[in-house]
């Protein structure tokens, strides 16, 4: 019974892991507390111009 509560609280403690990590608000360098900064979108293929030619991608 004992092995069993041990088990069934490390389980819930590794699933709670990532939700805790998430949520942790952006601070500058003073330590105050911030709006965290839009993430850039991951940008998939070649690169191409407004006219749609493919171009040397930066």
Known sequence: MR???IAMFAVASLAAAPVSL???PCKDA???FIK???KAPVKK???KDAKGK???CK
């Open 22 to 24: 998430q949520a942790s």
């Open 3 to 5: 092995k069993m509560v």
């Open 30 to 32: 003073k330590g105050k």
């Open 36 to 38: 965290c900064p839009p």
């Open 45 to 47: 293929g070649p690169c």
């Open 54 to 56: 493919f171009i040397k």
